[in-house]
């Protein structure tokens, strides 16, 4: 599954997103390998999904009674630059899809690892095959790509050497981090942009900056920050995702310069971001412990306080609640709409 920004809304600012196991251990739907590869499956699959989520949360204003197509290209999920440089993707029925780490690469070896040729690589050319199959049916396809960002890919493509590379920092590591800086910039070019010519040439990309938060404020600021500028550099229109609490990487986050949107991990002292992007769309997250560990009271007093703080409110999109799962019952689901209808009423 996809999810937009804003999908619910003018319904409701809430978003809770449900994970691919949600989805399989309720209604027996299937994200294997099937679900990647045969796009019209997917399509289709999608179709049904949110068809059923209105089913189950109409009242909420989730999901759609008569949903249309809304083709993509996820691929391998959120891990198509991690398997543009090489890995292997793992399908499995229930979860989204993930890649084995690339071989234990030597200083040398890692600076030697060339930047994916997007004319020959096998998942680019999967990419635009899948591309014309869907423009050839439904006329339109969202080719737009999750890239995650310089730090993400590493992560996802070295697993602890990633983070070995930043404790003892080299200038083959910072290479690699530029490289995948640039391999964001050449897919938008070479794929997504010839697909949805609409989009025009000023580039619009997110940071996903997940593994920060696994990062000290300086470390980030001098061995990642580097290559999310030469990133942020070359887009015109530019959003950042954030886990968890932000509060110490917002002055290095400063350096960004203007962005569309801002993703607020859950934890952010959230008038502080505010204080930091004044003119950006905010984008405010809340986990799934924190709302089950919350009375409804509570929770809504919680979510109000995070509205008032990210004021003003022209300027909110989202309450996000990721990748609910299928121990989560739907009261929860419930309960967390009506919190966030409750603090934006």
């Given at each position: ?7 619910n ?10 994970s ?20 019209l499956?997917?399509?289709e699959q ?41 890995c ?18 030597s ?22 095959r ?7 049916h439904?006329?339109v396809?969202d ?18 050497d ?8 080299t ?17 938008y070019?070479?794929?997504t942009l010839?697909l949805?010519p ?11 900056n997940?593994?920060v938060m696994?990062l ?9 920050l ?10 015109q229109?530019f ?18 310069g203007a ?7 859950w934890?952010?002292?959230i ?5 930091a992007?004044?003119?950006?769309t905010?984008d405010l ?6 709302v ?6 509570r ?15 022209a300027?909110?999109?989202d ?14 689901v419930?309960s ?8 934006f009423a």
């Amino acid at each position: 599954m996809k999810w937009y920004a804003g999908e619910n809304l003018p319904r409701t600012h809430a978003r809770p997103t449900f994970s691919e196991a949600w989805f399989h251990q309720r209604y027996g739907l299937e994200f294997g390998e099937r679900y990647f590869a045969d796009p019209l499956f997917r399509t289709e699959q999608d179709r049904a999904a949110r068809r059923l989520l209105h089913e189950r949360f109409g009242a909420l204003g989730l999901g759609e009674r008569d949903p249309q197509p809304r083709p993509h290209l996820e691929l391998c999920g959120h891990r198509f630059l991690p398997a543009l440089v090489g890995c292997e993707v793992v399908y499995q029925p229930d979860q989204p899809p993930a890649v084995q780490h690339l071989p234990h690469c030597s200083a040398r070896e890692l600076a030697a690892l060339p930047q994916p040729d997007l004319g020959t690589n096998r998942w680019a050319r999967e990419f635009r095959r899948q591309g014309r199959i869907l423009l050839d049916h439904y006329g339109v396809v969202d080719a737009t790509i999750n890239h995650g960002g310089p730090l993400n890919v590493a992560t996802n493509a070295l697993g602890v050497d990633a983070f070995l590379g930043l404790a003892e920092p080299t200038a083959e590591f910072r290479a690699f981090l530029s490289m995948i800086a640039a391999l964001c910039l050449a897919t938008y070019d070479a794929l997504t942009l010839p697909l949805n010519p609409n989009l025009g040439a000023g580039r619009e990309l997110f940071l996903g900056n997940c593994p920060v938060m696994m990062l000290d404020p300086e470390t980030y600021r001098t061995e990642v920050l580097p290559a999310d500028l030469r990133l942020r550099h070359g887009v015109q229109r530019f959003g950042l995702h954030h886990c968890g609490p932000m509060d110490r990487y917002l002055e290095a986050y400063r350096a960004l310069g203007a962005c569309e949107y801002v993703e607020v991990g859950w934890g952010s002292t959230i008038a502080k971001v505010r204080q930091a992007f004044p003119t950006t769309t905010l984008d405010l997250m809340i986990n799934i412990p924190a709302v089950q560990a919350m009375s409804r009271d509570r929770l809504a007093e919680t979510l109000r306080e995070m509205v008032v703080q990210a004021a003003p409110r022209a300027l909110i999109r989202d309450v996000f609640l990721a990748d609910l799962g299928p121990e989560v019952p739907d009261p929860t689901v419930e309960s967390f709409v009506e919190a966030v209808n409750t603090a934006f009423a």
